[in-house]
């Protein structure tokens, strides 16, 4: 008798079990998806840095020429102004 009752809570452990493991896999597709789309946007993102440290890189090479060039755009520097007065 004691058997039988063990067997029962066996098999009913294992039912639940395969219904658990049924459940899992039936999200796999769905989550697989997820995975997928989600690579896509870091790809993205590691992309968008790459451009970001770009144009860092030219902002600083632009700022550099901006500082040798003694911060005029072309025309004289307000104290050499002064100074032909």
Do not use: S
């Not at 860092?56 to 040798?68: H, S, T, Y």
Request: glycine fraction near 10%.
């Amino acid at each position: 008798m004691v058997w039988w009752i063990l067997a029962g809570g066996f098999l009913i452990g294992l039912v639940l079990l395969g219904l658990v493991a049924r459940a899992v896999y039936l999200r796999l597709a769905p989550l697989q998806r997820a995975v997928g789309r989600l690579q896509g946007k870091v790809a993205e993102a590691q992309a968008l840095q790459d451009n970001l440290a770009q144009l860092q890189e030219r902002m600083e090479a632009m700022q550099e020429q901006v500082a040798a060039r003694g911060d005029r755009p072309g025309g004289p520097r307000p104290e050499q102004a002064d100074r032909r007065r």
